[in-house]
């Protein structure tokens, strides 16, 4: 990947001027640490319709007081990206609306992913009171050369004359541990504040203290339902930055696998929008199918939900013997399956009523939100890493993008049905020409990357994920950084749930379908 | 047929030869209670049951097999279970209302199961404004709901309590005017002859489409009094956690619980009552024979058969639709049931009228 370095004066503007030439996609934005070259950030623009990329990078030697300007006002989604770096980074963002932490605490003393960080527990001692509200209705704006203790105080998100509920950190439809806060007014919702780091683990910096093969292991622990494409893209990417070619076998193995992973998470989507809504037969309906792709999974990897199979240069174990003809089996079974989907649930008119119109979400705001996944694609983006950037066997497979217009829960849950009918067509399409071949290609005990920035992508469950390695020439990566999926996805909730209901909250959120450990990673 | 009248003036004579009269009065009162109470709890224990059961099979599930044979024992495990749970006060709660509030919502219901007719002569309260007593007595419940909300200072509770209250207010208006449709037809408001007269054919025979109608409305209306799905929403459980009885605990949660089912039984009961003839037997004009041998048949197990039926299609409903959305609740009723229900009121009247029922 070759990174521009762009002066932190000219940054604003030649970050509109890519704005102008239709780089309308924020992939991926990633804070950076250059030790004596300060602390900067590096963006991944993409034009959503040609799909064509650039790479830009700003930095500003001042460790002090590190500040860059602001491009929450041109992308949607660098408002959170922005406040994650802060978080991390304590790079202050002039001009940004909320300067917030994102994941931490607010009493958290110093910036974790910095190198200069001190661990120590003497300073960040384990808290065991409340992190005070009083804190977090403040919001702050910060301006150019001044600092964020002299920062204005703008506005409040919620007042205390307010009637405040709060959805989660334990809560039934959250699907996880993250927290709404919200304003309400009767039953309609007036104002949202999205907290999360409930699940905050930390693994971006962990991985800075392992050799790659360690790294796999947190990739499964992010999003868990996408685990195999997730460790999918890890994978690729260190083995596009070693140059080791893997067999086509094993190509075909971890399409295969991740599609049954697709088909699992869609499943769960459905069972757990049913549900929220209080359909709980059709729960079960969907649970019952997504047992067998379990009971596959387990087969082949040994594990259900977690299956740690992709490793550097291969699969962890061949595929069995029974395993073709089971995937065929549950194949045609699924197909019949989704009708009953359909009858009980999707053409229901209770359902319909309350999710045709609910939520809507525009293309424009899908894009700039970076909601990917079929969230992007019931607004009608083409936004499939399998088309735009092809890799394992998708460029030779044969099937469609699903695209839907209308943006709202509905489309959304449609987008997952009919690709569960896609995902079984390429497995259909994969599953009887299985090459012969290694299942995994021989690495040194040891690898070490070249030194240089490596950027892979692929399909995760519910959007793209990426996987951004800057390497020093050692065995550990110097900076390693996943693109969560489910971020833009709550970014976008926070804007399309105001002024719903609070059942439709449930329903969005739902129909979004974020995975609270991705986000929080 | 068997008339119960026979064994209650018998029983009655005798406590009246052995006691003073004030004292026979009192035993009476004593056994009543005691009878009813104890039939409030079987029913309850066995809708429970039932509840899973029906809900596993529509689930592809087997439901509770492990407590006893077939899982029969499993109501009781949860009832023991319920009854030696602590039960938490709550801080900032208000103590009296929110102790009473589970009381009230079982009296409400209570006081409607006695007037139901189980079969001839077994009815507790029986008297010339029947109808009217039972749509007062279900529709205080509600505060015991309100209250319970009110009262446990906490918002999922108060936000469920409210939704609870504007759901079940208007539903009770729907109820109201399926009920005095009925009552039209029938001509009387005693239950007692409301039933009587169905010996001779089944309203929602007789009364043919209006009646229909308003079976179909009351069915509807009755899912909403008793807030199960799709008109769970004051204790939607992905929403609010459990609406108004989120901070109860123990037997207090245990009294809502067995009132919701009652309160299905008791809605179940009434529409067999006014539409599907009660106690009264399946009655076909000109076909003598077989109406005798439909008379050998128990009026109560045509009743419990009757109301068993509307519950398990109650269920069937429950465990098959999606919640409904508060605004959509609403719509629903003030936009369309009540419209309807009124309308058809004038039709059951005009064919009342005109003499057009069977």
């Given amino acids: 990947m070759e990174i521009t370095f762009i002066d932190i004066k000219e940054f604003r503007q030649t970050m509109l001027q890519h704005r102008e030439n239709g780089m309308d996609f924020m992939r991926e934005m990633i804070g950076m640490d250059w030790n004596k070259e300060g602390l900067g950030a590096i963006y991944i623009l993409e034009n959503s319709s040609t799909h064509e990329c650039v790479e830009l990078a700003v930095r500003t030697a001042n460790r002090e007081k590190p500040q860059i300007p602001t491009v929450s006002d041109i992308w949607h989604i660098a408002e959170l990206y922005e406040r994650e770096v802060y978080d991390f980074y304590g790079i202050e963002f002039t001009g940004h609306p909320d300067m917030r932490r994102l994941y931490l605490r607010n009493d958290w003393v110093g910036h974790p992913l910095r190198k200069d960080y001190d661990p120590s527990e003497a300073i960040n001692p384990i808290r065991l009171e409340s992190e005070t509200d009083e804190e977090a209705h403040r919001v702050y704006e910060i301006e150019e050369d001044k600092h964020l203790a002299e920062m204005v105080e703008k506005l409040k998100i919620l007042h205390y004359d307010q009637y405040v509920i709060n959805i989660g950190p334990q809560h039934p439809a959250t699907h996880g541990v993250l927290r709404f806060r919200l304003s309400l007014e009767g039953e309609e919702v007036r104002k949202v504040d999205i907290r999360c780091g409930y699940i905050h683990r930390g693994i971006e910096k962990l991985c800075e203290s392992k050799t790659y093969p360690q790294t796999l292991a947190f990739t499964d622990r992010l999003d868990y339902l996408s685990a195999h494409q997730n460790r999918h893209a890890l994978c690729m990417c260190i083995e596009n930055a070693m140059g080791l070619e893997v067999t086509e076998r094993v190509q075909y193995i971890r399409t295969i696998m991740d599609e049954l992973q697709r088909i699992d998470s869609h499943l769960l989507m459905f069972s757990c929008l049913a549900m929220d809504m209080g359909a709980i037969t059709s729960f079960i309906y969907g649970f019952r199918e997504r047992e067998k792709v379990l009971d596959i999974m387990e087969e082949v990897t040994g594990g259900r939900l977690i299956q740690n199979y992709n490793i550097i240069g291969g699969v962890q174990a061949d595929i069995t013997p029974g395993f073709a003809s089971k995937v065929k089996a549950y194949c045609a079974d699924q197909k019949k399956r989704l009708k009953e989907y359909y009858d009980i649930f999707v053409n229901n008119v209770i359902f319909r009523n309350r999710s045709i119109g609910v939520g809507v979400l525009s293309l424009k705001d899908a894009i700039s939100f970076g909601a990917t996944g079929g969230t992007g694609r019931a607004s009608g983006w083409a936004c499939d890493v399998r088309k735009r950037h092809p890799y394992a066997m998708y460029g030779k497979v044969d099937f469609k993008e699903i695209l839907h217009t209308g943006g709202d829960s509905y489309c959304r849950l449609l987008v997952r049905l009919e690709e569960i009918v896609e995902s079984i067509g390429i497995i259909e399409q994969l599953i009887d020409n299985i090459p012969e071949g290694e299942y995994k290609t021989k690495t040194k005990p040891i690898i070490k990357l070249p030194e240089g920035r490596f950027f892979a992508a692929v399909e995760g469950s519910r959007g793209e994920f990426g996987v951004f390695i800057e390497s020093h020439g050692d065995k550990t990566p110097y900076r390693m950084k996943f693109r969560p999926m489910g971020l833009p996805l709550i970014a976008a909730a926070q804007k399309i749930m105001k002024g719903c209901k609070i059942a439709d909250l449930i329903t969005i959120g739902a129909s979004l379908d974020y995975v609270i450990p991705d986000i929080d990673r | ?358």
């Fill in chain 2, 1 to 358: 047929m068997l008339d119960f009248t026979t064994i209650t003036t018998a029983i009655d004579r005798f406590l009246h030869s052995a006691l003073p009269d004030w004292a026979a009065t009192l035993t009476e009162c004593a056994l009543v209670a005691v009878c009813v109470i104890a039939a409030y709890l079987v029913f309850a224990i066995v809708m429970i049951f039932m509840e899973r059961k029906v809900c596993a099979a529509f689930q592809c599930r087997l439901g509770p097999t492990r407590v006893g044979f077939w899982g029969v024992l499993q109501v009781f495990a949860d009832v023991f279970k319920m009854l030696i749970k602590e039960i938490i006060e709550i801080k900032d709660s208000d103590r009296i209302l929110y102790n009473l509030a589970p009381f009230l919502v079982i009296m409400s219901s209570l006081i409607t199961f006695s007037c139901l007719p189980f079969a001839e002569g077994l009815q507790v309260l029986d008297f010339n404004i029947g109808v009217f007593f039972i749509m007062a007595a279900s529709s205080f419940g509600i505060l015991g709901i309100l209250l319970a909300g009110w009262s446990s200072s906490n918002k999922f509770s108060m936000i469920g309590a409210m939704r609870s209250g504007g759901q079940m207010i208007s539903y009770e208006l729907s109820m109201g005017l399926c009920i005095l449709t009925l009552v039209v037809l029938s001509g009387t408001m005693q239950i007692s002859e409301i039933v009587e007269t169905q010996t001779r054919g089944w309203f929602i025979i007789r009364g043919h489409i209006p009646a229909i109608i308003a079976f179909i409305i009351y069915i509807i209306a009755g899912n909403a009094e008793t807030n199960r799905a799709p008109f769970d929403l004051p204790e939607a459980e992905s929403e609010l956690t459990a609406g108004f009885h989120t901070e109860y605990s123990g037997m207090g949660f245990g009294l809502f619980y067995v009132a919701e089912f009652m309160n299905m039984f008791i809605i179940s009961g009434i529409a067999s009552t006014l539409f599907l003839g009660g106690w009264a037997p399946l009655y076909i004009p000109g076909l003598e024979g077989f109406n005798e041998a439909m008379c050998w048949i128990p009026g109560i197990v045509w009743f419990l058969g009757k109301t068993f039926f509307v519950i398990w299609l109650m269920m069937w409903i429950r465990w098959t639709f999606p919640r409904m959305r508060i605004d959509q609740v609403l719509v629903l009723e003030w936009k369309y049931l009540v419209p309807i229900g009124l309308l058809n009121l004038l039709i059951m009247t005009i064919c009342v009228v005109m003499g057009w029922t069977f």
